[in-house]
Each structure stands twice: as structure tokens, then as C-alpha cells.
């Protein structure tokens, strides 16, 4: 399943990852690079929950090799399409891919995880390592061949489509019984749209930094092509540790004490990587992909215990809608970056981790399976992140 998930987040890394050669190669504006990004978030974000609503319903196995071979073909035809209508047209076929994967296998993730914070993690780190590999991946293939090589993209969807494939064989059974367990516990929608608040602006901060990061430091320290993707590398790559290192330090610390911290973090770390010049940017990409990245996983657990009735629904929007939903903003931060400069586009997102932060506060650790819902344990107020 980790392995599956990398070959189909790659894509979701690759359209950040190709905002760079869209620039260069057909003088694409800021705003217009960015709407590339829009495309392939906006349909996902509307298509998501209803597969997420789908896979609570009944178990849709074929779904994942299906999904990583769209995802694949909408970025491997981006860099041949005539136009920027069709090149828009296919990211968003790419993005509908990536919608289609997610509720299901988290829902069968969560299932083999049996609530252990580390075994999802796993899970996650599959998908943010394909996010990481996505910028190497692309300078691959295009620094070398230009977007007319983009085909050689598909790889990786033909790779996780076999993978897939062979996981849904060998689950069997068990894997339909899986994606369909028995519902305990009560909803608490007020809690979980709090939390997806929180994770819509922890989205709005990656996707545009995503999209423009490379650009960035390029203009910063005067690199080339090699200069903004190693920054785009950190970005991701820190994410694939963060996201391992947070299901550790949840099961010693608890998740929303983790999460608040993560926040907090988070606001230094954008401060630090808009406002400092020189080299130490990239010390600042890391400490954001940090801050980014340790609650990736435990937003997904958090959202399934808040709505235990409804996993495929909880994860389609933890794991799919509100990270898709940073894409909308991306046009935005592009019109702004185009108006008046890529420095003042990036200081917004210092804030909006911070906005997260205060939605967090007050949201107490759901309660375990078979009690009520309202028992929910009250915050340790010696933990300063609770207040």
C-alpha cells in the first residue's frame, strides 16, 4: 500500500515540479503557471468526497490500479498538448486519478493499521515519498529532453497500477471486509470540520510553496534549474521523514499536542524562509517541511476517529479535499506574484499557519472505540500546547 501510494502522490509532486518548465519553455505568466496547479486541484477537490462517500458504501478494490494509470497519463501528456486549454484539461484528468485512489486505500490503510498512529504512518510516507521523488523525477526527464519527454512520466502510474493490482489480489476478501468495518462510535462533525479548517490552511501554505518555491529561490540566490529543484527536493523529502517522525512522537505525546507544536513551528519556519536572504533558505525549507509534514498523517487518524461512521468520507477530505483545496489559491498568490513580486505572493502564507494553530485550540483527543463520544479526555493543561 506505501509503495502504491508513492507511485500515484509522485503526480501531485510532478505538476508542482513542471510550474518551472511551463514558465521557460511557453512563457507561461505566473498567474497562468499557476492555474496549471488550480487544474489539477479544483475537480479533485469537488470529485474526492463523493469517492469518498462511494467507498463507505460498499468496497471499490479496482479503484487503485484504475487510479494510478489516470493520474499518470493527465501529467505524461501535459508537456505534448497543443494548448493551455488541453494542457489544463489533462492535469485536471490527472487530478480526478488522484481523488479516486485516496478514500479507498486509507480506508484499507486504516484497517491493517488497527489504530496505530506509526503503521499509518507508513502508509503516509509512501505518499510523500513520491511527492519527494516528483522534482528529481522531472528534472529527469525534462531538464534533459524538455516537456516534449513528458511521456516518459507514466512510468511510475504503469509501476504502482502492477503494484496495486497485486495488493488487490492478494487481499481478496479481505480487503473488501476491510474497506467496509462495522461502525462504532458517534460522529462529531464540529470537531472534524475544525480540524479540516486547520488542514485547508497547513494546505494553502504547502500548494504555494509548492508552486512557487523553485522560482523563488532561484530569484533568491541566483541558481539555476538545479538551484530551485533541490528546494523543492527539501520540501518533500523532509516530508517523508516528518511524517514517520510524527506517528512516533504522537504516541508519546498525543497528537494534538504534536500538531499545535507542528503549527507553531511552521509559522517561524515561513517567517524565516521569506524574510532571510541568502543560502539559509533551504534551512527554512527544511523547518517548513517539518512543521508541513509531522501532522500529515495524524490529520488522516484524527479525522477517521472523529467520524467513525464515515472513514472513506473522513479520509476523502483529510486526505484529499482540504489538501486539494490549497490549489485554489495558488491562482491567487500567482496574480498577486505577477502585480507586484514572488516576495510579497509568499508573505501571506506566514499567517495562515497560524490560523490553523488557533482553530486547533480547544480540540480534545477523540474518544477510543465503545465509549461515548463525549467522554473524550479534557487537554493536560500542564502541556502549554493545550492552551
Not at 515540479?17 to 496549471?36: Q, T
Not at 502585480?339 to 510579497?344: E, F, I, N
Given at each position: 500500500?506505501?509503495?502504491?501510494?508513492?507511485?500515484?502522490?509522485?503526480?501531485?509532486?510532478?505538476?508542482?515540479?513542471?510550474?518551472?518548465?511551463?514558465?521557460?519553455?511557453?512563457?507561461?505568466?505566473?498567474?497562468?503557471?499557476?492555474?496549471?496547479?488550480?487544474?489539477?486541484?479544483?475537480?479533485?477537490?469537488?470529485?474526492?468526497?463523493?469517492?469518498?462517500?462511494?467507498?463507505?458504501?460498499?468496497?471499490?478494490?479496482?479503484?487503485?490500479?484504475?487510479?494510478?494509470?489516470?493520474?499518470?497519463?493527465?501529467?505524461?501528456?501535459?508537456?505534448?498538448?497543443?494548448?493551455?486549454?488541453?494542457?489544463?484539461?489533462?492535469?485536471?484528468?490527472?487530478?480526478?486519478?488522484?481523488?479516486?485512489?485516496?478514500?479507498?486505500?486509507?480506508?484499507?490503510?486504516?484497517?491493517?493499521?488497527?489504530?496505530?498512529?506509526?503503521?499509518?504512518?507508513?502508509?503516509?510516507?509512501?505518499?510523500?515519498?513520491?511527492?519527494?521523488?516528483?522534482?528529481?523525477?522531472?528534472?529527469?526527464?525534462?531538464?534533459?529532453?524538455?516537456?516534449?519527454?513528458?511521456?516518459?512520466?507514466?512510468?511510475?502510474?504503469?509501476?504502482?497500477?502492477?503494484?496495486?493490482?497485486?495488493?488487490?489480489?492478494?487481499?481478496?476478501?479481505?480487503?473488501?471486509?476491510?474497506?467496509?468495518?462495522?461502525?462504532?462510535?458517534?460522529d462529531d462533525w464540529?470537531?472534524?470540520?475544525?480540524?479540516?479548517?486547520?488542514?485547508?490552511?497547513?494546505?494553502?501554505?504547502?500548494?504555494?510553496?509548492?508552486?512557487?518555491?523553485?522560482?523563488?529561490?532561484?530569484?533568491?540566490?541566483?541558481?539555476?534549474?538545479?538551484?530551485?529543484?533541490?528546494?523543492?527536493?527539501?520540501?518533500?523529502?523532509?516530508?517523508?521523514?516528518?511524517?514517520?517522525?510524527?506517528?512516533?512522537?504522537?504516541?508519546?505525546?498525543?497528537?494534538?499536542?504534536?500538531?499545535?507544536?507542528?503549527?507553531?513551528?511552521?509559522?517561524?519556519?515561513?517567517?524565516?524562509?521569506?524574510?532571510?536572504?541568502?543560502?539559509?533558505?533551504?534551512?527554512?525549507?527544511?523547518?517548513?517541511?517539518a512543521g508541513l509534514?509531522?501532522?500529515?498523517?495524524?490529520?488522516?487518524?484524527?479525522?477517521?476517529?472523529?467520524l467513525p461512521r464515515?472513514?472513506?468520507?473522513?479520509?476523502?477530505?483529510?486526505?484529499?479535499?482540504?489538501?486539494?483545496?490549497?490549489?485554489?489559491?495558488?491562482?491567487?498568490?500567482?496574480?498577486?506574484?505577477?502585480?507586484?513580486?514572488?516576495?510579497?505572493?509568499?508573505?501571506?502564507?506566514?499567517?495562515?499557519?497560524?490560523?490553523?494553530?488557533?482553530?486547533?485550540?480547544?480540540?480534545?483527543?477523540?474518544?477510543?472505540?465503545?465509549?461515548?463520544?463525549?467522554?473524550?479526555?479534557?487537554?493536560?493543561?500542564?502541556?502549554?500546547?493545550?492552551?
Amino acid at each position: 500500500m506505501s509503495l502504491g501510494h508513492a507511485c500515484v502522490d509522485v503526480y501531485q509532486g510532478a505538476v508542482a515540479a513542471l510550474v518551472p518548465y511551463f514558465v521557460a519553455e511557453r512563457a507561461y505568466s505566473y498567474a497562468a503557471a499557476s492555474g496549471v496547479v488550480l487544474a489539477a486541484s479544483l475537480l479533485s477537490s469537488l470529485v474526492q468526497p463523493l469517492f469518498g462517500v462511494l467507498t463507505d458504501r460498499r468496497a471499490m478494490p479496482w479503484l487503485l490500479p484504475l487510479s494510478a494509470l489516470t493520474a499518470g497519463a493527465g501529467v505524461a501528456l501535459s508537456g505534448v498538448t497543443g494548448s493551455y486549454a488541453l494542457t489544463l484539461a489533462v492535469v485536471a484528468v490527472s487530478g480526478v486519478g488522484v481523488a479516486a485512489y485516496h478514500p479507498e486505500a486509507a480506508r484499507v490503510a486504516r484497517a491493517v493499521a488497527r489504530g496505530r498512529h506509526t503503521a499509518m504512518g507508513w502508509f503516509s510516507f509512501g505518499g510523500n515519498a513520491g511527492f519527494a521523488l516528483a522534482p528529481l523525477l522531472v528534472f529527469a526527464v525534462v531538464a534533459t529532453g524538455g516537456l516534449r519527454a513528458s511521456p516518459l512520466l507514466v512510468v511510475p502510474a504503469l509501476v504502482g497500477a502492477v503494484l496495486c493490482a497485486a495488493a488487490v489480489r492478494s487481499a481478496g476478501s479481505g480487503a473488501r471486509s476491510a474497506a467496509a468495518p462495522a461502525a462504532v462510535g458517534e460522529d462529531d462533525w464540529g470537531s472534524f470540520l475544525r480540524l479540516s479548517g486547520a488542514v485547508v490552511c497547513r494546505s494553502v501554505v504547502f500548494v504555494g510553496l509548492g508552486t512557487f518555491v523553485s522560482l523563488y529561490v532561484r530569484e533568491r540566490t541566483g541558481g539555476g534549474e538545479a538551484a530551485g529543484t533541490a528546494a523543492l527536493f527539501v520540501l518533500y523529502a523532509g516530508g517523508a521523514a516528518g511524517t514517520l517522525a510524527g506517528g512516533r512522537l504522537a504516541e508519546r505525546y498525543g497528537r494534538m499536542a504534536v500538531m499545535r507544536r507542528s503549527y507553531a513551528l511552521t509559522v517561524l519556519a515561513v517567517a524565516g524562509l521569506v524574510l532571510v536572504p541568502g543560502p539559509p533558505v533551504y534551512l527554512f525549507v527544511a523547518l517548513t517541511s517539518a512543521g508541513l509534514y509531522v501532522p500529515f498523517s495524524l490529520h488522516i487518524t484524527l479525522g477517521q476517529d472523529f467520524l467513525p461512521r464515515r472513514a472513506g468520507t473522513a479520509s476523502g477530505v483529510t486526505l484529499g479535499l482540504t489538501v486539494s483545496v490549497g490549489g485554489l489559491a495558488a491562482p491567487a498568490l500567482g496574480a498577486l506574484a505577477d502585480a507586484t513580486s514572488l516576495r510579497s505572493a509568499l508573505l501571506p502564507l506566514i499567517a495562515l499557519p497560524a490560523l490553523g494553530r488557533l482553530l486547533l485550540c480547544g480540540l480534545r483527543e477523540p474518544a477510543p472505540p465503545g465509549t461515548a463520544a463525549t467522554a473524550a479526555e479534557p487537554p493536560d493543561p500542564r502541556d502549554p500546547a493545550a492552551r
